[in-house]
């Protein structure tokens, strides 16, 4: 065994380091969102099923309530991020790359991601990309875009916006929602 002094410097060269490397470009961090205990063995089983994944796709706990997922491709990394976060086995997974110049005493807690939030019950003259902004940023967070839509089955209309959610507070079911005339109405919300 080498000792070396404070003043010393141990050096390491790239092919050292280059498996690691390669297992970052693929990886990512991810938190579940539930009370309920999961493996990652049931995590890796859901998300084969939710991404259709093709190729070996490795689930193993990072840190207490993180998982690092390594996908089997950078472009898998890179499609699975595009639509995060996921709902698998009843709960919210929300993702980040993880790279490794990131330690995780310093990785962020991963508690807000942007979420689409669908809007139901909107009165007809309210149904408008103005109201589901006013609506979601004084309730469920920043609003980061929004629009009105049809149902295909209904034709009923609803507003969806896109909001930064913090998933460690109690997400809301329902708004009260009041007119300049002071008539009140209950909006729906669908995660």
């Known amino acids: 065994m080498v000792r070396i002094t404070e003043d010393q410097v141990v050096q390491f060269s790239l092919e050292e380091v280059q ?3 390669f297992r ?45 997922i390594v996908l089997p491709s950078t472009e898998a990394r ?9 709902v698998v086995l009843d709960a919210i997974l929300h993702l980040r790359t993880w790279s490794s110049t990131i330690t995780l005493s310093t990785f962020e807690d991963l508690a807000t991601a942007p979420f689409r ?22 309730t469920i967070g920043q609003v980061l875009e929004s629009g009105v839509f049809a149902s295909n089955e209904t034709n009923e209309q609803f507003v969806k916006v896109r909001a930064v959610i913090d998933f460690t507070k109690p997400l809301r079911s329902q708004i009260m929602a009041a007119s300049e005339e002071l008539d009140t109405f209950w909006v729906n919300l669908k995660y």
Request: hydrophobic fraction near 45%; charge should be positive.
């Open 117 to 138: 939030v669908q809007l139901w019950n909107v009165r007809e003259d309210c149904c408008t990309k103005q109201f589901g902004q006013k609506m979601a940023q004084a």
């Open 78 to 86: 890179v499609w699975v991020l595009k639509q995060t976060p996921w």
């Open 24 to 68: 970052a470009s693929r990886s990512l961090l991810g938190r579940l969102f539930t009370d309920s205990f999961v493996t990652p063995a049931e995590l890796r089983e859901a998300l084969i099923t939710a991404w259709q994944i093709k190729g070996q796709l490795r689930v193993s706990i990072a840190k207490h309530g993180l998982f690092e």
């Open 19 to 21: 498996s690691a490397k």
